[in-house]
Each structure stands twice: as C-alpha cells, then as structure tokens.
C-alpha cells in the first residue's frame, strides 16, 4: 500500500491533467486487428494503410460480396470517417450466410479503425458502427414447427 495517496493528491492530480488520447494499438507490421461479428459469421480484419484495396478471404470484396447493398455494408464505416482510399483492408470471415458475413466484416471494419485512428471513435459510435448486432436466429421448440409456428389446429 505505498501508492496510498490522500484526496487533495487526487484533486491535484484531476486538475492539473487533461486525459492523454488513447494510444494505437498496431502489431508489429504496423497493422490495426479487430475481430467483428454479426448472427454466426466472425470476421478478423487487418487495416493498414494504403490506397483503399479490400480483400475478403483472398478475392476482391466485390467478387466475394456481389450484391450492392453488401458492397455498401463494407463501405459504411470508412465514408463515415471520411477515409475512403485511405486503408488497405484484408478480411477472413467464416460461419453464417452472406449478410451476416458482410456486417461481421462492417464491425470489423469499424472496430480496427478506432484502433488505428483512436479519435474516430465519436464519428463511429454516433453512427452506430460499433454496435455489436446481438440479434440471431431463434432456437426451434419442441412441439413447434419453427421456433413460434404452431402445428395446423384441426378440430376433427
């Protein structure tokens, strides 16, 4: 207990000081790493700079997503923090189905952009990127046809 310190210490200590920025948290190819998810899909996403390439499980994201809306999805968080060519993105995702996948790779996305760039946290919590979506799919009951429908009532 040698860190003991009285209250005017910590008055002292809160008035002096402003809170330092959040450092970056990079590996040692100086990349940023975040893991996003979405329904059963886990994606693990590499940033880094370069000139706005995006590479989902080794094919371009517009050969792997070919829908719009998918496309669009990835896209999101970098228009939002106005960094559109700005990052290099690599993405393996597995599990679930394509939507799924395509807002695991969005989380990611986000998540490793606020590890790179701590500062962009605000523009991506307000629009909502951050977010992990914790909607799945209901389990199915016994003595159900899906998780709610009912058997067809028969009074005969």
């Known amino acids: 207990m040698a860190d003991t310190k009285s209250l005017e210490d910590l008055a002292a200590l809160q008035q002096g000081t402003e809170p330092a920025a959040p450092a970056k948290k990079l590996d040692a190819q ?11 899909a886990v994606a693990r996403v590499w940033l880094k700079p370069g000139v706005g390439k995006i590479v ?6 517009e050969e792997y997503f070919a829908r719009p809306v998918l496309q669009m999805l990835l896209r999101q968080p ?4 106005n960094r559109m060519d700005q990052f290099d993105i690599m993405a393996t995702v597995t599990g679930g189905g394509l939507s799924g996948q395509a807002g695991a790779v ?4 986000s998540k490793a952009l606020t590890y790179y760039e701590p500062e962009l946290r605000p523009v ?5 990127f951050l977010t992990r979506d914790s909607r799945v799919v209901e389990r199915k009951k016994y003595g159900r046809v899906k998780a709610r429908r009912s058997f067809q009532f028969s009074k005969r």
């Open 30 to 40: 100086g990349r940023a790493y975040a893991t996003g998810k979405r329904k059963n």
């Open 106 to 109: 969005r989380h990611g996305i």
């Open 78 to 81: 970098l228009q939002a923090a």
């Open 56 to 61: 989902v499980n080794t094919k371009a994201f």
């Open 124 to 128: 991506l919590k307000k629009g909502g």
